[in-house]
């Protein structure tokens, strides 16, 4: 029954730390959204309008969501942007 349960732990552990570490894959169309969220993220810092859209176009559905998901600078820092 310990076994069950240990392997139970386990495979929830796994299951919520995939979770976290994968964001949700965000479309090119929606570029506008990402930066927009970026910007409220970055307040003064961020770069200007037109150098986001840009970036964001050229990012990866992965590197968008992750854009997306962040709620602090450093965390954008982790997104491959």
């Keep these: 029954m310990k ?3 240990a ?5 929830v552990c ?5 979770a ?3 964001a949700e894959m965000v479309s090119v169309n929606e570029c506008d959204k990402v930066v927009a969220h970026a910007k409220s ?5 961020a770069p200007s ?3 986001m859209l840009k970036q ?7 590197a968008r969501g992750c ?5 602090k600078p450093m965390k954008l820092l982790k997104c491959d942007f």
Excluded: R, T, Y
């Design 56 to 62: 964001c176009k050229a990012a990866s559905d992965e």
């Design 41 to 45: 993220v970055l307040k003064e810092n």
């Design 67 to 71: 854009v997306m998901a962040a709620d």
């Design 7 to 11: 392997l139970l732990l386990i495979f």
């Design 14 to 18: 796994g299951l919520v730390l995939n």
């Design 49 to 51: 309008q037109a150098d």
């Design 3 to 5: 076994q069950l349960k």
């Design 20 to 22: 976290c570490s994968q």
